[in-house]
DNA sequence: TGTTTTTGTTCAAACGTTTGAACACTTTTG
DNA sequence: CAAAAGTGTTCAAACGTTTGAACAAAAACA
């Protein structure tokens, strides 16, 4: 491991200074083109590699976003992740990754770590159990742009890119009317998250819509976990009231779900049509194969990427009055919700 | 977004200079606890954090490491980025992760871009496309240290954290006879890829060991996707021989087998009996579920990170003779291949 | 009391790059 | 031909931090 050739050495070498070097490699229009090749050879040469620390500290940028999502394991995520980081790379940014597991006090100190390392904006998706905001505020107000992604908060006009939820939910309910269901539940997340409360107003704007009943057990609120999704499932058959058609906000609760009623000997779709969420790759390999909602996971990376890297450029002119990008969710449809294959 | 409270702003408004601010931060012995104390507190009133581009510049280091993967959807790397990013966290690094999909060319830029971005430190999964290893000899000529994991090549000592994948062939070869099989299949991927290699020889060594015919047919090699299996299925039908047990080095290759052997009404595990590797997500999801090798991936990321970190500390300590770890695997049985259920 | 040791702080340079101002020279313009 | 404009380069300061050397004052020793 040899020490690094840097400019000064290039200039050492060509017999002029560090100055005109930086010039010539930045393309400055005041560099001769002779100066300007006589650079860019010995830096090949000398196997030159700018030194980031050194150029972000003169210029005050750390050329790094940071993304913070709940886990990288969902696929959801990974996408928006891959998304993200498509978009950076394509700008020049380098993207640091942080899980808060879906903790509060995780992502807390992932907003610190953040700021130490002096990253030039902060994609978010914010954990579940994340009630308070003053670290959002604090961030605004000292930090670096900040953009919010898939999950979001109301309170206060943020950048966000976000899937139409509602669209979603409105989707998956007709879908499953179509198929002839009457008797609908919904499995949701917690309702304080406008995510899962936009999925629930347009599930019960559908219900109220067609005139089917509305029954609270049939709209519990959990954290969508497969133990959750058969849990509920049990309690249906418990009380020996079985819905015919299920729209789950995760593939994970949808799936819990179908099993219970798939060892209790009902069938799926004829008797429960189900629909998930999340487009998760068991969805594909299970059967029968689980219709859900592709929530568009890597545009929507992709976007939330584009709109801090605008922020970013912008600079300090003038409140950029806040912007939302919103996605259209994408219906997929595979047996567990295909009834009338012959139409 | 104002301007951020350095290091001589606390000293000026405490009236000390500001190297006496920094070596009271960094706890230096011969700081005097009342201006330590003074120090902090005013720290914390102005809402100081240290400029990592700054300190990193000055002394030569950036806490950043690299990190290359195939894929961050693979549920093997997701899991080795979780593991790396803990280790390196404890440690007060960043990890910036970057992907090659699997393609030379990309990962050859990716090395580019982690050298440019000043990393102190590389951890490496190949690609599988990789067979020319010139950019890991230049950058182990002028980079900092860097550690392979997963897939490896033997070329020269590297520091390496690795699954033991003859031991993992081995157990679940052992797994399949056990059961009963004696008609055995391996689906495997490129044999210049050690990785592979090891499997297929412990693979071969136990049918030797049985005295089993060992099928060149039966012993493909392929990307391992799950048209590869199917196509390895079908191609065993049309030839008319089918093994009774089949062990894939991927569970995307064994799922497409065994849906084949579905459709054709063989039943799993009874008359074929499978194995697949790399514990994916929908391996207990599907029907029957799949038993698999679990990689140990997280370990393997967690002791890759760990080496990479003794690696950096130890500076130019001399050769640091490199280092390997190896991780055993788990065998994790499910109905695939679960035939003698009543011993 | 004078000398040595210890303690707490300041000084100054350095890390590698960028950038506006300054400078010298050449070319164009009136 | 003098003034103005343009071209190509150097100068010098700056980004925020660290760190060994230097220094002054206080404490310990003789």
Chains 1, 2 share one sequence.
């Not at 770590?113 to 604090?138: P, W």
């Not at 079985?242 to 906000?249: C, E, K, L, N, T």
Request: proline fraction near 4%; charged fraction near 25%; charge should be positive.
């Amino acid at each position: 491991m040899k020490k690094k050739a840097t400019i000064t050495d290039i200039a050492r070498a060509l017999n002029i200074t560090p100055s005109a070097v930086s010039k010539a490699l930045n393309g400055h229009p005041r560099i001769s083109k002779k100066t300007r090749d006589a650079v860019e050879a010995m830096a090949a040469k000398l196997n030159y590699r700018p030194n980031h620390l050194a150029s972000g500290l003169r210029k005050g940028q750390s050329g790094l976003l940071g993304m913070l999502v709940p886990a990288t394991e969902i696929k959801a995520y990974a996408a928006a992740i891959n998304g993200a980081e498509a978009e950076a790379e394509a700008a020049g940014y380098n993207v640091i990754i942080a899980q808060s597991r879906d903790e509060y006090q995780k992502e807390l100190k992932v907003f610190e770590s953040m700021n130490r390392t002096q990253v030039e904006g902060l994609i978010v998706c914010m954990a579940s159990t994340t009630t308070r905001f003053e670290h959002f505020d604090k961030w605004e107000k000292e930090g670096p742009p900040l953009v919010l992604f898939d999950r979001i908060f109301e309170r206060g006009k943020r950048h966000m890119s976000v899937l139409d939820d509602y669209l979603a939910s409105y989707v998956a309910t007709e879908h499953l009317i179509e198929q002839g269901c009457t008797r609908l539940a919904h499995l949701s997340g917690p309702l304080h998250i406008p995510t899962y409360e936009n999925r629930m107003r347009a599930f019960k704007d559908r219900l109220k819509r067609y005139g089917f009943e509305e029954k609270a057990e049939w709209m519990p609120t959990s954290a969508l976990t497969i133990e959750d999704g058969r849990a509920f499932m049990e309690g249906c058959f418990e009380r020996g009231e079985i819905p015919d058609g299920i729209f789950a906000s995760s593939d994970y609760a949808a799936f819990g779900a179908m099993r219970v009623l798939q060892e209790k000997g009902l069938k799926v779709p004829e008797e429960v049509a189900m629909v998930g969420f999340g487009n998760e790759q068991f969805g594909a390999f299970i059967q029968p194969g689980l219709s859900t909602i592709d929530p568009e996971s890597e545009a929507m990376g992709r976007l939330a990427a584009r709109l801090l890297i605008q922020q970013i450029r912008m600079k300090s002119s003038e409140i950029p009055s806040y912007r939302r990008r919103i996605l259209k969710p994408k219906l997929i449809v595979r047996e567990s919700s295909r009834r009338n294959v012959h139409t």
